[in-house]
């Protein structure tokens, strides 16, 4: 059984990498701007109108966060959650994975942070929207969460700064659905979203990859149950404590750490 899963895993490896050296050499790299970059930007603008257009949007997603070790190890945190939204000002999102289970509440005024798990919370006068909310957490606060990207008012400004390269790559399916497949790249990152055709043009699928961390590793989600309107359920977007959670200072809550406290050792990135 061993021999059989080794052969399978070598013809499989001989094929990506044939499929790569495919793509690499047969992939061209036309002068000015392409038909190709002229249609990305239209489909991104697009998706970019449809969001901003929304007074209130819904989704459940699955996440996965790379790590790159002094190895050469890629290694894994997977986790998955929903947000709701209602512009201008209101949220609230989860995130569940192996080490942490994590909620925000956002309500025009103040931002909440629950770590389920140790049954604390934290709690952060950030007046505005939510706009506003996310740029203070990437700004002041220092922790960004990167699909953040495409909950603000104006995703195309935001993606687009810095780009780079541009490519149209075609049609893709996720989750079942069709969808446009553009790739990104600027200094720092390259990045790559499939689009879900037809008149409501969510993004489906979310990829980051580094380009100045060794052996590039990715931050990936992909959005399922997308809603919006009526379809949304109805939020006040309070917080009760109801299980009698402890406040604490942000930073001496070790649950809403993006990376768990036993993956910062020596030899990990």
């Known amino acids: 059984m061993k021999t059989s899963t080794r052969s399978v895993t070598r013809a499989s490896a001989a094929g990506l990498a044939a499929a790569a050296l495919v793509f690499s050499l047969g992939w061209g790299a036309p002068s000015g701007a392409s038909a ?26 699955d996440a996965t966060l790379e790590i790159a070790t002094t190895e050469h190890q890629i290694l894994a945190l ?17 995130r569940s994975g192996g080490f942490a289970d994590i909620e925000m509440i956002f309500d025009a005024k103040t931002l909440t942070l629950v770590g389920k798990n140790a049954n604390v919370y934290t709690q952060i006068a950030i ?14 606060y220092n922790r960004p969460f990167p699909a953040a990207d495409l909950l603000v008012t104006d995703v195309y400004d ?22 446009d497949h553009l790739a990104f790249r600027t200094d720092h990152v390259d990045w790559q979203i499939w689009i879900a055709q037809g008149d409501r043009p969510h993004p489906c699928r979310y990829v980051i990859t580094s380009k100045h961390v060794p052996d590039g590793p990715q931050y990936s989600i992909q959005i399922r149950d997308w809603k919006t309107g009526e379809e949304v359920a109805r939020d006040d977007f ?13 930073q001496d809550i070790r649950e809403m750490n993006d ?10 990135k």
Do not use: W
């Not at 190709?36 to 989704?59: C, H």
């Not at 506003?132 to 002041?140: F, M, N, V």
């Not at 990376?259 to 990990?268: D, H, M, Q, R």
């Open 36 to 61: 190709g970059e002229a249609d990305a930007k239209s489909l991104l603008k697009a998706m970019s109108d449809y969001l901003a257009a929304q007074e209130a949007l819904s989704f459940a997603y």
């Open 158 to 179: 935001r993606l687009m700064s810095g780009v780079v390269d541009i490519k149209d790559l075609g049609s893709g399916v996720i989750g079942g659905a069709q969808c």
């Open 238 to 250: 309070s917080f009760k404590n109801s299980t009698g959670a402890k406040k604490m200072d942000l």
């Open 259 to 268: 990376i768990p406290e036993n993956y910062v050792i020596e030899g990990a």
């Open 127 to 140: 007046p505005g929207t939510t706009d506003h909310l996310i740029d203070e957490l990437q700004g002041t």
């Open 78 to 94: 997977a986790s998955s959650g929903k947000a709701i939204l209602n512009r201008p000002d209101k949220m609230r999102a989860t």
